[in-house]
């Protein structure tokens, strides 16, 4: 649906209050609050599990209102003045979802029934929803219907702008796992294995240091061309000279670890320090402009005015890269502070919608990550966690981000 400006900084300014620990139970009272305002009476909640890592926004929303992982199932948790009750689509998702809270109401029930059970639960409306633009378009033909409310999805989101205590704790030790795995990629690449199973060793660690979820890109080329993902693009072993980067995303009990770092096998070569110096210095000005008080957009558009100030981009058109930063929580690209961040592959020429104005404030939680792959010529990227603090911010990271020379 079309932002409405005036709406999305209602709930900024009401975000700015959180408090310091915010309890699952009070989470939902707030977003009742929420539909409350807008007219509503009850409000159902989609969201797919854990298992789509950062190719979803729906299970953030979800998992942050109920503490609940439906990991490769779907999930509907319905919120009304009588109680709340969480939909579990898989019968295999029931043990796990037996050791919920008593606060939360659980019922078996598989999606293709779901809207019999919202029947059965005879709502007081208006029904709002929360996820329902990712839901399966033959779920969402049955459920739409009962839901004659608005959509809540910004308001959810405004509830998640500053992270309470616990949840900044969590962050804290996602970044501790992934400042380990920064540190055993030396080893691993003095295997001179491929890297693919580079991957498959530095994520095995991640889950047995307790992530509930690990994914790696991991590039080693004589020159980075883009983030290598898959086994079918990470079967190259490491040479002499190769760029090696690595991009860590992972979650710790559903909370978002996320970082990068690059070196070469032996010394950098002169093109290739040149291309992370200016990665780092877009940080730099990242970080300069990353304060209390002043507009999130200031952050992007400080690393855009050191990239363009180079000269690099009308010396090579063929550069690429990726977004620049985006919010981190309980979703890998959490809204309204991602919003903030445009996707710069997106090059269609397709007008992007307006970012809200956004002031940065304490307990935003974001990914700075700077980035460019030049065809032909190599590749640079460097990825922060930044905690904003009352006086600037805490970086989450300790892994040097000078680039390293594996042996």
């Known amino acids: 649906m079309p932002r409405d400006p005036a709406r999305v900084s209602r709930i900024l300014s009401r975000a700015m209050g959180a408090p310091a620990h915010i309890p699952h139970t009070d989470r939902r009272a707030a977003l009742l609050a929420e539909a409350g305002a807008c007219g509503a009476a009850s409000v159902l909640v989609f969201g797919f599990g854990s298992a789509l890592g950062a190719g979803t926004r729906s299970h953030g929303a979800l998992r942050y209102l109920s503490g609940w992982d439906g990991h490769e199932s779907l999930s509907l948790l319905v919120l009304s003045p009588t109680g709340s009750r969480l939909l579990v689509g898989s019968p295999f998702m029931m043990p796990l979802a037996a050791r919920l809270p008593a606060d939360l109401t659980v019922i078996d029930a598989r999606p293709p029934d779901w809207h019999r059970a919202v029947q059965d639960m005879a709502l007081p409306g208006p029904v709002a929803t929360v996820g329902f633009d990712e839901m399966p378009s033959a779920l969402h033909a049955r459920l739409a219907p009962l839901a004659d409310g608005p959509s809540l999805d910004a308001q959810a989101a405004g509830l998640r702008l500053r992270k309470d205590a616990a949840e900044i704790a969590a962050h804290r ?235």
């Not at 010396?315 to 890998?332: E, K, V």
């Not at 935003?364 to 009352?390: C, D, Q, R, S």
């Open 173 to 407: 030790a996602a970044a501790r796992l992934c400042d380990d795995l920064f540190a055993r990629l030396g080893p691993e690449l003095a295997r001179r294995a491929s890297a693919a199973d580079i991957q498959v060793e530095l994520e095995a660690h991640a889950r047995r240091g307790g992530a509930d979820y690990c994914r790696t890109w991991l590039t080693i080329r004589p020159q980075a061309d883009y983030c290598r993902y898959w086994l079918a693009e990470t079967a190259s072993f490491p040479e002499p000279g190769d760029q090696v980067l690595l991009g860590i995303a992972l979650t710790l009990e559903g909370h978002w670890g996320h970082g990068i770092r690059m070196g070469a096998i032996g010394p950098l070569a002169p093109d290739h320090a040149r291309l992370h110096g200016l990665v780092e210095d877009m940080m730099a000005a990242a970080l300069r402009a990353l304060r209390p008080g002043q507009p999130l957009a200031g952050v992007e558009a400080a690393m855009e005015q050191t990239l363009r100030a180079s000269g690099i981009m009308d010396a090579h058109p063929g550069l690429r890269r990726f977004r620049n930063g985006h919010g981190l929580g309980h979703s890998y690209e959490e809204p309204i502070l991602t919003d903030a961040f445009p996707q710069h592959f997106d090059t269609s020429g397709t007008a992007a919608a307006a970012a809200p104005e956004v002031t940065i404030a304490p307990g935003m939680l974001l990914e700075i990550h700077p980035n460019l792959f030049i065809p032909g010529v190599g590749g640079a990227a460097l990825g922060e966690m930044m905690l904003v603090t009352e006086n600037g911010f805490d970086s989450l990271l300790t892994f040097p981000r000078s680039p390293v020379a594996w042996a």
